[in-house]
């Protein structure tokens, strides 16, 4: 535990890199033992909290260097995969049933703390805490749903007296295998992520839902922007931008009818709030 002036070091230190991370500017080189870790990513061990009320505050992994998982590694998704182009997470040797894996990422009390970060590295805990690896994460934030890739997944999504939220490996797992979980129904039509349950009724609402909340949520910040920290608001708008997103394909076709009419007006307020965006970063340049 910290004490005295190193606590209030480690918070110092991590409030100024969460400031970076918010801004876009963090990047770090993580060894070949990371994998494809992206550089964009803090790499963290466990569940982290930015102001140090939950959870012990991140390390900068440039100031002090983490250690990569005996287990498991990063790596491409090949052409041939259902999410070419994205990461997944591959077995480093064969592992067996019992085996748990950290989640880590940034930690939130609740889904309701979470609401206005939603991602889709955010993984609810059975304790009802979320941890979000969108900004702060491990390579268990990379292991994917197993739908469209194998029949059945090889993981479960649990938590221990040790982590918040963990991957259990239920099935024996060989070397340079992919990990792979079942997101679960909520989180699948929350994100626009296929699954055999997911009726396309439950597709148009979630999808629907997700727009009129971030529809809500610009109108908000229409009204008061001059009262958001700029680097947190354009974090925030570059969030609800990917939000705003939708896959038509997953859609009934009254569904997509409906949807594209209310995404029009999401784009409609994002154009304008990124235009306050753009003058509130001239009036700052010319200061």
């Known amino acids: ?43 963290v ?13 991140p390390r900068d992994p440039r100031q002090q260097p983490p250690r990569a ?52 590295f955010s993984l609810k805990s059975p304790n009802g805490m979320v941890v979000d690896g969108a900004r702060y994460s491990n390579e268990a ?10 029949e059945a997944p090889n993981c479960v999504i649990g938590s221990s007296d040790e982590h918040v939220a963990t991957i259990e490996v239920t099935q024996p797992i060989g070397q340079e295998e992919e990990l792979l979980v ?9 994100n626009e992520v296929p699954h055999p349950r997911a009726p396309a009724w439950a597709r148009d609402f979630a999808a629907l839902s997700r727009l009129q909340a971030v529809s809500k949520r ?29 896959r038509f394909a997953l859609l009934s076709t009254e569904g997509r009818t409906e949807v594209a009419k209310l995404q029009q007006e999401v784009k409609r307020q994002l154009r304008a709030l990124m235009l306050v965006a753009a003058r509130r970063n001239h009036r700052c340049g010319e200061l």
């Not at 876009?24 to 033992?33: D, V």
């Not at 079942?182 to 929350?190: A, I, K, R, S, T």
């Not at 910040?221 to 939708?246: D, H, S």
Request: aromatic share 8%; charged share 20%; with cysteine.
């Open 1 to 43: 535990m910290f004490r005295g002036a190193k606590i209030l070091d480690a918070l110092a230190q991590a409030l100024r890199l969460h400031e970076e991370v918010l801004g876009g500017g963090f990047r770090c080189h993580y060894g070949e033992a990371f994998g494809a870790f992206p550089p964009s990513r803090v790499f």
């Open 45 to 57: 061990e466990r569940a982290v909290d930015p102001s140090g009320s939950l959870a012990e505050p």
């Open 69 to 120: 998982s005996a287990h498991v590694v990063v790596a491409h998704c090949p052409s041939s995969h259902v999410l070419a182009g994205q990461l997944r997470c591959l077995a480093r040797q064969r592992l067996e049933p019992g085996l748990v894996l950290c989640y880590a990422g940034e930690l939130y009390r609740s889904e309701a703390d979470h609401a206005k970060y939603s991602s889709s």
């Open 141 to 150: 934030s990379f292991v994917n749903h197993y739908v469209g890739i194998a």
């Open 182 to 190: 079942d997101y679960g129904l909520e989180h699948c039509l929350c």
């Open 218 to 246: 610009l109108s908000q910040l229409q009204k008061a922007p001059q009262q958001q920290n700029p680097t947190a608001w354009q974090w925030e708008l570059r969030q609800l931008l990917r939000q705003g997103r939708v």
